[in-house]
């Protein structure tokens, strides 16, 4: 008899369509070319058919609610109607509303974006104060529960949960020192009664509540006030059925006390959270429970090796009272469906899944811990002796400590003033430029044949020549080249080094509208040839300012891309940062004298745990220096972080020992210059004064007042200009206007220093 649960779901589907249909119908809506009942019919019709896939499949508990327009915790904030004065005060609509939430407008910044815990997916942070008035919002999670009903499913609306609202939350400004989000958590625990309630009003029978910050390390007040919440919300009496999920990571003493609440059925990362299955096993039998066994990679793309998921899944239903299969987590994080990759080599093909072909293993799975695993077919085979290099090998043997040091910083500093001779506060951005139709059209037609290797050369290098005569006019003191031939800052290096595997329709969302094509790494990864000598070289001639080379580093490579799992992540780091130290000493050989190595996603992937934290942020200072470590102290080395809590991981910024470290500020309210002065940070710094993730554009008085703040934190004569990051997602006209006010500015304030 199949236990109310089922025996099979997911945690979340990709809801950008399986063409990146929701992207075109939001940008059209933003560019005016849609109106909101159109986008909401696109919606609609995309969610319909994520549903008609699932149910197809043989999944028998399928998710809804997990839809979003821009992203699902500001879909929470709205659902607990979390929405800041000051957006209430533009008196927009609420699709309005909603958007300048997540894009800002000229009158309003946008909500902070950061990222959602060790992913490349950002997430917008809500904004909570003692005075903000919770109340509940289920239209939502109601309509789209209505609209599965209509096709004959019986769907399980899915909520972030409210202990893990609050913990992503931050302050809002003007709430009293020592305030946090998380006091407010009785109160939000009201509210949720209240959506529980209107859920169980329309039928719903099964609600899913997200809880995966009790996979990071928390207090015990904090474990305490979730066992409380879902005692309380486990004692209502007008209520689905409530499915808590955690993953990314072991819930660590957070699982017995979710055990001991009232709630039907507890989700467990067992991928990432091995330490779940062995707390389980070792608490003995858990009575009236469904444990919902996350055996099926959602944020990677490898094949699930079946047998031994199924034996982990086999351990727990000895102990609980019904045992479900799932993802180990949203299958957001991955593309949508193989079929579409004809094109890669059939041994690696054979061995990957995104994630359709994932929902088909969690089906497998579930029958399997109900029928027996003997119709589960072998795993994949080892890993090929072809995807293994010899030579790369042996040079990670050979390093030494001193591959990873230059000269003492204050050698370098003074090195590097006399031969860039620059002003102070010397002005620069971050690497891409707009990236126009034209340029997109040029990809897409060097790929289609249309035109030739030779012909693209030719419109690239006119691109450059007018990105550089751009900066010239603006008046930009450090210029780039704009990164015209680059699809994606690491996709582009993916497809030009050998171990890697490009998509051709691997598309993954990380935020918004924005969607990357993640590459494979799949075997050792070599250098062929150099991969932006050319394009660099070519801008330099054609300005005597300096033009950065620009190389993205080693952790966000891995960062961003699905990584092997046959060897540990730090050797794969150290060949990667091999290649891009051959890179880099080419581009000093060719002239250049800046060179930004760009590391966004160091924090990313931090641990979630502060014991296992050490270890990974050693090997990803040592992946940097060692791609950093062979140029000379006259040579400055730039890096670039963004949209993470970099306060948290100073000491190995500070160990990456780069001359100067642009970090994105704006939306965090320039925060980063308090921890960096409570550092004692000594190297140059680029809080980024403006946020290039929303089209409003920022006035010179605005750039001005942020440059007053970082000079009270950072000694001038190390403190750079810039905005938070590159500018490919934005118009020309608004990078303009926007960089005229920035170089405006920067005069301001350089002048008031004499």
């Given at each position: 008899m199949t236990a109310p649960f089922g025996q099979s779901t997911v945690l979340g589907y990709p809801r950008i369509g399986p063409d990146r249909e929701?992207?075109?119908?939001?940008?059209?809506?933003?560019?005016?070319?849609?109106?909101?009942?159109?986008?909401?019919?696109?919606?609609?019709?995309?969610?319909?058919?994520?549903?008609?896939?699932?149910?197809?499949a043989g999944l028998d508990a399928i998710p809804s609610?997990?839809?979003?327009?821009?992203?699902?915790?500001?879909?929470?904030?709205?659902?607990?109607?979390?929405?800041?004065?000051?957006f209430r005060a533009l008196r927009l609509d609420d699709l309005g509303t909603y958007f300048a939430m997540a894009r800002g407008t000229a009158e309003q910044p946008a909500l902070e974006l950061t990222k959602w815990f060790n992913t490349n997916y950002h997430y917008l942070v809500p904004e909570i104060g003692p005075d903000t008035v919770f109340a509940a919002r289920p239209d939502k999670p109601l309509t789209e529960y209505a609209e599965s009903r209509r096709l004959g499913l019986d769907t399980r609306p899915v909520l972030v949960g409210p202990a893990t609202f609050l913990l992503l939350a931050k302050a809002a400004d003007g709430a009293p020192a020592g305030f946090r989000p998380f006091d407010r958590l009785d109160e939000l625990v009201a509210v949720y009664a209240d959506l529980l309630g209107a859920l169980a009003d329309a039928g719903v029978t099964w609600a899913q509540l997200d809880e995966p910050a009790y996979v990071a390390d928390r207090t015990p007040a904090e474990i305490d006030a979730l066992r409380a919440a879902y005692t309380r919300l486990g004692a209502l009496t007008r209520r689905p059925k409530i499915f808590v999920a955690s993953y990314f990571g072991d819930l660590g003493d957070a699982l017995p006390a979710l055990l001991r609440t009232p709630v039907e059925a507890v989700g467990l990362d067992l991928v990432a959270g091995p330490g779940n299955l062995a707390r389980l096993a070792s608490s003995g039998p858990i009575p009236g429970k469904t444990i919902v066994a996350g055996l099926?990679?959602?944020?990677?793309?490898?094949?699930?090796?079946?047998?031994?998921a199924a034996a982990r899944g086999a351990v727990l239903t000895g102990l609980a009272d019904h045992v479900a299969v799932s993802t180990s987590c949203s299958l957001l994080h991955v593309p949508v469906d193989l079929a579409a990759e004809t094109?890669?080599?059939?041994?690696?093909?054979?061995?990957?899944?995104f994630a359709r072909q994932k929902v088909d293993e969690v089906v497998l799975l579930g029958r399997a811990l109900r029928d027996g695993v003997a119709k589960l077919p072998p795993s994949a085979p080892?890993?090929?002796?072809?995807?293994?290099?010899?030579?790369?090998?042996?040079?990670?043997?050979?390093?030494?400590?001193?591959?990873?040091?230059?000269?003492?910083?204050?050698?370098?500093?003074?090195?590097?003033?006399?031969?860039?001779?620059?002003?102070?506060?010397?002005?620069?951005?971050?690497?891409?430029?707009?990236?126009?139709?034209?340029?997109?059209?040029?990809?897409?037609?060097?790929?289609?044949?249309?035109?030739?290797?030779?012909?693209?050369?030719?419109?690239?290098?006119?691109?450059?020549?007018?990105?550089?005569?751009?900066?010239?006019?603006?008046?930009?003191?450090?210029?780039?080249?704009g990164e015209p031939e680059r699809n994606d800052m690491v996709q582009y290096f993916g497809e030009r080094l050998g171990g890697f595997a490009a998509t051709v329709n691997g598309w993954v969302q990380s935020y918004g509208s924005r969607c990357v094509r993640p590459p494979i790494?799949?075997?050792?990864?070599?250098?062929?040839?150099?991969?932006?000598?050319?394009?660099?070289?070519?801008?330099?001639?054609?300005?005597?300012?300096?033009?950065?080379?620009?190389?993205?580093?080693?952790v966000t490579i891995l960062a961003w891309s699905f990584v092997r799992t046959d060897q540990p992540l730090a050797d794969t780091a150290d060949q990667v940062a091999l290649a891009l130290r051959d890179e880099a000493r080419d581009l000093e050989a060719a002239g250049i004298r800046v060179i930004q190595v760009d590391e966004p996603a160091l924090r990313e992937l931090l641990p979630l745990r502060a014991a296992d934290q050490k270890a990974y942020l050693d090997w990803a200072v040592g992946a940097f220096r060692l791609a950093t470590g062979g140029v000379a102290d006259s040579t400055q080395v730039h890096t670039h972080l963004c949209y993470s809590e970099f306060g948290e991981v100073l000491p190995?910024?500070?160990?990456?020992?780069?001359d100067v470290t642009s970090i994105e500020a704006s939306r965090s309210r320039m925060e980063i210059l308090d921890d960096l002065r409570t550092a004692g940070y000594k190297r140059g710094v680029g809080p980024g004064v403006y946020d290039i993730h929303s089209p409003r554009v920022p006035s010179k008085a605005e750039i001005a007042a942020a440059l007053r703040r970082a000079v009270a934190?950072?000694?001038?004569?190390?403190?750079?200009?810039?905005?938070?990051?590159?500018?490919?997602?934005?118009?020309?006209?608004?990078?303009?206007?926007?960089?005229?006010?920035?170089?405006?500015?920067?005069?301001?304030i350089r002048a008031s220093l004499d």
């Amino acid at each position: 008899m199949t236990a109310p649960f089922g025996q099979s779901t997911v945690l979340g589907y990709p809801r950008i369509g399986p063409d990146r249909e929701l992207k075109r119908a939001v940008e059209a809506y933003w560019a005016g070319d849609l109106d909101a009942d159109a986008l909401r019919e696109t919606a609609a019709g995309l969610r319909a058919e994520v549903w008609r896939t699932l149910r197809d499949a043989g999944l028998d508990a399928i998710p809804s609610n997990t839809f979003s327009l821009y992203d699902h915790v500001l879909d929470a904030a709205v659902t607990v109607d979390a929405i800041p004065d000051r957006f209430r005060a533009l008196r927009l609509d609420d699709l309005g509303t909603y958007f300048a939430m997540a894009r800002g407008t000229a009158e309003q910044p946008a909500l902070e974006l950061t990222k959602w815990f060790n992913t490349n997916y950002h997430y917008l942070v809500p904004e909570i104060g003692p005075d903000t008035v919770f109340a509940a919002r289920p239209d939502k999670p109601l309509t789209e529960y209505a609209e599965s009903r209509r096709l004959g499913l019986d769907t399980r609306p899915v909520l972030v949960g409210p202990a893990t609202f609050l913990l992503l939350a931050k302050a809002a400004d003007g709430a009293p020192a020592g305030f946090r989000p998380f006091d407010r958590l009785d109160e939000l625990v009201a509210v949720y009664a209240d959506l529980l309630g209107a859920l169980a009003d329309a039928g719903v029978t099964w609600a899913q509540l997200d809880e995966p910050a009790y996979v990071a390390d928390r207090t015990p007040a904090e474990i305490d006030a979730l066992r409380a919440a879902y005692t309380r919300l486990g004692a209502l009496t007008r209520r689905p059925k409530i499915f808590v999920a955690s993953y990314f990571g072991d819930l660590g003493d957070a699982l017995p006390a979710l055990l001991r609440t009232p709630v039907e059925a507890v989700g467990l990362d067992l991928v990432a959270g091995p330490g779940n299955l062995a707390r389980l096993a070792s608490s003995g039998p858990i009575p009236g429970k469904t444990i919902v066994a996350g055996l099926v990679d959602g944020h990677n793309v490898w094949r699930t090796d079946l047998r031994a998921a199924a034996a982990r899944g086999a351990v727990l239903t000895g102990l609980a009272d019904h045992v479900a299969v799932s993802t180990s987590c949203s299958l957001l994080h991955v593309p949508v469906d193989l079929a579409a990759e004809t094109g890669l080599d059939p041994d690696l093909r054979g061995r990957l899944a995104f994630a359709r072909q994932k929902v088909d293993e969690v089906v497998l799975l579930g029958r399997a811990l109900r029928d027996g695993v003997a119709k589960l077919p072998p795993s994949a085979p080892s890993t090929p002796d072809g995807w293994r290099d010899d030579p790369v090998r042996g040079r990670l043997t050979a390093l030494r400590p001193e591959h990873s040091r230059r000269g003492a910083y204050a050698g370098r500093a003074a090195a590097q003033r006399e031969r860039l001779a620059l002003p102070p506060l010397p002005t620069t951005t971050i690497g891409s430029f707009p990236q126009t139709a034209a340029l997109r059209s040029a990809r897409a037609d060097l790929r289609a044949g249309r035109i030739s290797a030779r012909e693209y050369d030719v419109r690239m290098r006119a691109e450059i020549a007018e990105v550089i005569a751009e900066q010239e006019r603006l008046g930009l003191d450090v210029l780039v080249h704009g990164e015209p031939e680059r699809n994606d800052m690491v996709q582009y290096f993916g497809e030009r080094l050998g171990g890697f595997a490009a998509t051709v329709n691997g598309w993954v969302q990380s935020y918004g509208s924005r969607c990357v094509r993640p590459p494979i790494i799949y075997g050792d990864v070599t250098r062929p040839a150099p991969m932006t000598v050319e394009w660099s070289t070519y801008a330099q001639s054609l300005t005597r300012k300096p033009v950065k080379g620009m190389l993205t580093g080693p952790v966000t490579i891995l960062a961003w891309s699905f990584v092997r799992t046959d060897q540990p992540l730090a050797d794969t780091a150290d060949q990667v940062a091999l290649a891009l130290r051959d890179e880099a000493r080419d581009l000093e050989a060719a002239g250049i004298r800046v060179i930004q190595v760009d590391e966004p996603a160091l924090r990313e992937l931090l641990p979630l745990r502060a014991a296992d934290q050490k270890a990974y942020l050693d090997w990803a200072v040592g992946a940097f220096r060692l791609a950093t470590g062979g140029v000379a102290d006259s040579t400055q080395v730039h890096t670039h972080l963004c949209y993470s809590e970099f306060g948290e991981v100073l000491p190995a910024i500070d160990a990456l020992d780069a001359d100067v470290t642009s970090i994105e500020a704006s939306r965090s309210r320039m925060e980063i210059l308090d921890d960096l002065r409570t550092a004692g940070y000594k190297r140059g710094v680029g809080p980024g004064v403006y946020d290039i993730h929303s089209p409003r554009v920022p006035s010179k008085a605005e750039i001005a007042a942020a440059l007053r703040r970082a000079v009270a934190a950072v000694p001038a004569d190390r403190l750079w200009v810039n905005p938070d990051c590159g500018l490919k997602t934005r118009g020309y006209a608004e990078v303009r206007q926007s960089l005229v006010n920035l170089v405006a500015a920067a005069a301001e304030i350089r002048a008031s220093l004499d």
